[in-house]
């Protein structure tokens, strides 16, 4: 099937590459399927930031292996 009008690709690969939203969610804003995006963000080696809770997750992790290794007093 034949789209009527084009993928404006830029504008998917700012979004995906803000990583606020979800593949399906990048889909149905720009009007094409998440497995189209995930393909051709695979294709064209895109990478995402990490949401705000992910980042927050990492860096968790990261002070409870300092805290670890740290020696006691």
């Known amino acids: 099937m034949r789209r009527d009008t ?3 690709w830029a504008a998917v690969e700012v979004d995906y590459r803000a ?3 979800s593949l399906r969610e990048l889909g149905e804003k720009h009007a ?3 497995s189209t995006i995930a393909n ?3 294709r064209h080696a895109w990478s995402r930031k990490a949401d705000a809770r992910g980042a927050v ?3 968790m ?3 409870l292996v300092v ?3 740290s020696p006691r007093a």
């Open 61 to 63: 992790e990261l002070s």
């Open 67 to 69: 805290c670890a290794a």
């Open 40 to 42: 051709f963000a695979t």
């Open 19 to 21: 990583g606020r939203l």
């Open 32 to 34: 094409c399927s998440h």
């Open 6 to 8: 084009p993928i404006d």
């Open 57 to 59: 997750q990492e860096g």
